[in-house]
């Protein structure tokens, strides 16, 4: 079966720093590029990060630029979300999805990505 198994969410306090990982099963990501999503309550599916095939391009929402760090690890075929100063903001379901590459820009329409994360559900409280 060809899926994204995503890890790593939980309850930590405002400030503090959680790391998610997305792992692909029954594939290899090497030709995919990769992003993170997120969904909060009641709000839209919000795409917070980018990374192209080979991890050298990256892409942020301002949301989360300086705050957060995309990375991949081809040969482990996994991709991860550093995220550090997390606020209340920041709670929400977290979603990575991968779409085969065409060498163009890392980030595309979400109807286009092939595969999706079951989603990680991350809280930031006190």
């Known amino acids: 079966q060809l899926q994204l198994v995503e890890s790593g969410g939980g309850l930590v306090q405002p400030g503090g720093t959680l790391r998610l990982s997305c792992t692909a099963s029954?594939?290899?990501?090497?030709?995919?590029?990769m992003a993170w999503f997120r969904q909060a309550p009641g709000q839209g599916r919000e795409r917070i990060s980018c990374?192209?095939?080979?991890?050298?391009?990256?892409e942020y929402a301002d949301s989360v630029k300086s705050r957060f760090t995309i990375s991949r690890d081809n040969a482990q075929d996994t991709v991860y979300l550093q995220m550090h100063g997390l606020k209340p903001d920041d709670t929400a379901v977290y979603y990575c999805?991968?779409?085969?590459?065409?060498?163009?820009?890392?980030?595309?329409?979400?109807?286009?990505?092939?595969?999706w994360g079951q989603g990680a559900q991350v809280t930031v409280s006190s």
């Open positions: 999805a991968a779409v085969r590459t065409d060498w163009g820009p890392i980030c595309v329409d979400e109807a286009r990505y092939n595969y």
């Open positions: 029954g594939f290899s990501l090497e030709y995919y590029d």
């Open positions: 990374i192209s095939t080979t991890g050298r391009a990256t």
